[in-house]
């Protein structure tokens, strides 16, 4: 599944990527969860994920306070905040990671939302990520009250995901022509 899927994000056009990472940014910009500003944690699209970096910067410019993670050995996450694109350093395996002040892995506890990364999502929430159970690590930190999405594309939203015992579903999917849509 996870070729399969990877191979129709490197054949989708990019002027249809930046589509969609325009859609996803308006509908995750106007989440009443982060309408009065807050903390969101998320990530730094690379290669052909869905677009985040207009999201980000959109958050950030209406004064939410963005954490983006930084990969610790061992497949953890620590998160730090983004003060701007000047604020990033290129890290390994393509990603650009935040500079400033580390806050730990428990820093998702604190956060208003968490957006994902994923491969594909099904209609209960499961997440098919890349396999290296980073996100399932930090979903587990996560608040009871703390609004968890996963970002993909509208045929990444399927029917079932294969699930192990430590996945960590989220509570929602943003694709680009649904929105938000609460699992």
């Avoid at 910009?29 to 730094?44: C, F, I, K, Q, R």
């Avoid at 905040?81 to 990603?95: E, F």
């Amino acid at each position: 599944m996870r070729r399969t899927i990877t191979a129709a994000r490197r054949a989708m056009p990019e002027a249809q990527r930046a589509e969609a990472g325009s859609a996803i940014r308006d509908a995750v910009s106007a989440l009443p969860e982060l309408s009065m500003g807050g903390t969101v944690a998320l990530y730094y699209s690379v290669g052909t994920e869905p677009d985040t970096r207009k999201l980000i910067t959109t958050l950030w410019k209406q004064g939410t306070y963005v954490l983006l993670p930084i990969y610790l050995p061992g497949g953890d996450l620590d998160w730090a905040a983004y003060d701007g694109p000047d604020s990033l350093a290129p890290a390994g395996y393509g990603l650009l990671e935040p500079t400033g002040h580390r806050y730990g892995p428990d820093a998702v506890r604190r956060a208003a939302a968490v957006v994902c990364p994923a491969l594909a999502v099904d209609h209960a929430g499961r997440r098919l990520g890349k396999g290296a159970g980073c996100y399932d690590r930090a979903l587990a930190r996560v608040g009871p009250n703390t609004l968890t999405l996963a970002v993909i594309y509208d045929t990444e939203f399927v029917e079932s995901v294969p699930a192990e015992a430590h996945d960590r579903p989220v509570r929602a999917v943003v694709t680009p022509q649904r929105g938000v849509v609460h699992c």
